[in-house]
């Protein structure tokens, strides 16, 4: 088993809104990854940020996420997985982001558990399994 970690909850995390060393200790025994487009969409971040100083900061926060947490690619297989799982739930009439499908698409083809702070979202996809994050939020 492993976890993926969702955007959000790496975003919270850089606001010290989001207890990762907790959720670390806490699934010890479990390898965290983060989808390819988690990376993309944290480096996005990084251009976008204003002024330079914030960049600055920003970059190393996202360099060290991407250094010290592996990142699954978006290969044939998750492309597979994710084309599934799209004309399902665009069958039954659930919505769900193209970024948070792409992230649940590569949990679902190997196995592992999201944890995001949109549960709403996650919650979905049939058969996906959502970490709670409520025990890591920081008050």
Do not use: C
């Amino acid at each position: 088993m492993g976890l993926i970690l969702d955007t959000s909850v790496l975003i919270a995390a850089e606001k010290q809104q989001f207890n990762l060393r907790r959720l670390f200790e806490a699934h010890a025994n479990e390898p965290f990854f983060i989808a390819a487009i988690t990376a993309a969409e944290l480096l996005h971040g990084v251009e976008r940020a204003q002024p330079p100083a914030r960049k600055r900061i920003r970059s190393r926060y996202v360099e060290a996420v991407l250094s010290e947490i592996e990142s699954i690619d978006f290969d044939l297989s998750v492309a597979r997985r994710h084309a599934r799982l799209w004309a399902t739930l665009e069958k039954a009439g659930k919505i769900v982001g193209p970024y948070d499908l792409l992230i649940a698409a590569t949990a679902n083809q190997y196995g592992y558990a999201v944890v995001t702070l949109n549960l709403a979202e996650f919650r979905r996809i049939t058969g996906l399994r959502v970490i709670d994050p409520a025990p890591y939020l920081v008050p």
